[in-house]
Nanobody, 121 residues
Framework: QVQLVESGGGLVQAGGSLRLSCAVS????????MGWYRQAPGKQRDMVAV???????NYADSVKGRFTISRDNAKNTVYLQMNSLKPEDTAVYYC???????????????WGQGTQVTVSS
């Protein structure tokens, strides 16, 4: 069993900043990619940022230069620093982690419960 617990969402004015965290716990032998997706009301869930186990990031065009993804492998935690927030960033943010629960198994994609980010204009 693997659990992902997110924190750091909330309400912020346009131009402000928030930092999301996502801690992975449970049966973990190895974690490969980790990242963040978001889903606004009535829209599909879209990739925001992902990071490999080696620390290589990839960002959606809409957040490049404003958001920074990072991870602490010792803590099995991924972060998303969000700066210069815009009203269009308003969404539920979900973290995910590709986890190998024990040696020799395959990787499974696990999701957090989501955290609301609301940016007011």
């Amino acid at each position: 069993q693997v659990q992902l617990v997110e924190s750091g969402g909330g309400l912020v004015q346009a131009g402000g900043s928030l930092r999301l965290s996502c801690a992975v716990s449970g049966s973990i032998f190895s974690i490969s990619d980790m990242g963040w997706y978001r889903q606004a009301p009535g829209k599909q869930r879209d990739m925001v940022a992902v990071i490999t186990s080696g620390g290589s990031p990839n960002y959606a065009d809409s957040v490049k230069g404003r958001f920074t993804i990072s991870r602490d492998n010792a803590k099995n935690t991924v972060y998303l620093q969000m700066n210069s927030l815009k009203p269009e960033d308003t969404a539920v943010y979900y973290c995910y982690a590709n986890v190998m629960p024990y040696r020799g198994s395959r990787y499974y994609t696990n999701w957090g419960q989501g955290t609301q980010v609301t940016v007011s204009s």
